[in-house]
């Protein structure tokens, strides 16, 4: 079966501008956690999704939000861009929210100009 | 609070030798552990996990890890390294609350001929 999809691959925005990136998760699988990743903080989380709802959330100015649709597809979004928010942006997927293995996407790059 | 350890920020081993990477974590109960593998502009790849019962667990590609409790590390270990190994190595405690990982800040590993 298809693996987990994010969508765009790569992306290039300037500084101020809003970005909006795209998780479908493994089919039947409803929770997805988003992760940023940067080489000199390394793999941050930022949020998780189950059942369209936000159970928890990592610290990480309110400039970036999520959200999840009814078909367990999360959206991910980052407003008034800054230079450091230039990183990989990793999504996971994962049966439950209690299940342990967690499946990852290739990720979008973003960079801030 | 929850935290993982990779001592090691990069390894060079010979192909066909033998491969130890660290990893140490602090956490208030028995965690849950995982190795993942990153492979240049590519998510994350579950190698193994543990959750509980044999200390000695396998994962694919021919890695194995064992959990010491006593030393609150999970090491990752493969017997002869391959070239395709090269990559970067990630462990991680979670899922804390729901899918939420804590990642160390990786080992990036290179194979010479």
Redesign the interface.
């Known amino acids: 079966k298809a693996g987990?999809t994010?969508t765009p691959r790569y992306l290039i925005k300037t500084r101020g501008q809003q970005v909006t990136l795209s998780c479908s998760p493994i089919s039947g699988h409803r929770?997805v956690?988003w992760?940023q990743q940067t080489p000199g903080q390394?793999?941050q989380?930022l949020f998780?999704y189950?059942s369209e709802t936000q159970?928890?959330k990592?610290n990480f100015p309110g400039r970036f939000s999520g959200r999840q649709f009814s078909n367990s597809r999360s959206e991910m979004n980052v407003s008034t861009l800054e230079l450091g928010d230039s990183a990989l942006y990793?999504c996971?997927s994962?049966l439950t929210?209690?299940?342990?293995?967690?499946?990852?996407?290739?990720?979008t790059r973003l960079t801030v100009v | 609070a929850q935290s993982v350890t990779q001592p090691d920020i990069h390894i060079t081993v010979s192909e066909g030798a033998s491969l130890e990477l660290r990893c140490n974590y602090s956490y208030g109960a028995t965690p849950y552990l995982f190795w993942y593998v990153q492979s240049p502009g590519q998510g994350l790849q579950l190698l193994l996990k543990y959750f509980s019962g044999d200390t000695l667990v396998q994962g694919i590609k021919g890695f194995e890890a064992e959990f010491k409790r006593s030393q609150s590390s999970f090491n990752l270990r493969k017997p002869s390294v391959h070239w395709s190994d090269a990559a970067e190595y990630f462990c991680a405690v979670g899922p804390i609350t729901g899918n939420q990982f804590y990642f160390g800040t990786g080992t990036s590993l290179t194979v010479i001929p």
């Open positions: 987990v994010q929770s956690s992760y390394g793999l989380f998780e189950f159970r928890n990592g990793l996971a994962s929210q209690t299940n342990t293995e967690a499946f990852f996407g290739q990720g």
